[in-house]
């Protein structure tokens, strides 16, 4: 390995100890992440419990699971159960751009000024 090799990694090692400066452009992220977050929490969330929620239903139609557990008519409550879960997926994108579109108004004038701010520099 040369010196400027050595120089380098030398550098590299260092910049990971050291204090790092806050930034605008730091800010602009924090506030773009606190905008999408609750919206991307909320959706994979929502979205995984309908996904089990219909797979539930699938398997009491499916298997034999349903009189195994004392369900008298699995298929009607299978359906049921999948046709639920199956509600919930289909309305998760629509609340998901809800959330965002709020979350958007509430902080759409700070994260464009700011934006502003760093693009006129």
């Known amino acids: 390995m ?4 050595q120089q380098f990694m030398a550098q ?4 990971q100890y050291m204090e790092k400066e806050s930034t605008e452009l730091d800010e ?3 506030l773009d992440a606190k905008v ?14 309908g996904a089990i929620v219909m797979g539930a ?3 009491l139609v499916m298997t034999d699971i349903g009189a195994t557990v004392g369900v008298a008519n ?3 409550a299978g359906i049921i159960i999948g046709i639920i879960g199956l509600g919930m997926a289909l309305v998760n994108y629509p609340i998901y751009k809800g959330i965002l579109e709020r979350r958007k108004k509430k902080y759409g004038a700070e994260i464009v ?9």
């Not at 040369?2 to 090799?5: E, K, S, V």
């Not at 590299?12 to 910049?15: A, M, S």
């Not at 000024?113 to 520099?121: F, P, R, W, Y």
Request: without cysteine; aromatic residues 8%; proline residues 5%.
């Open 74 to 76: 699995p298929l009607v």
């Open 36 to 49: 999408k977050r609750p919206a991307n929490v909320f959706s994979y969330v929502f979205g995984s419990i």
């Open 28 to 30: 602009l992220r924090a």
């Open 113 to 121: 000024a700011l934006s502003d701010k760093l693009l006129n520099n």
């Open 57 to 59: 239903g699938m398997s």
């Open 2 to 5: 040369n010196r400027n090799d």
């Open 12 to 15: 590299k090692i260092r910049t």
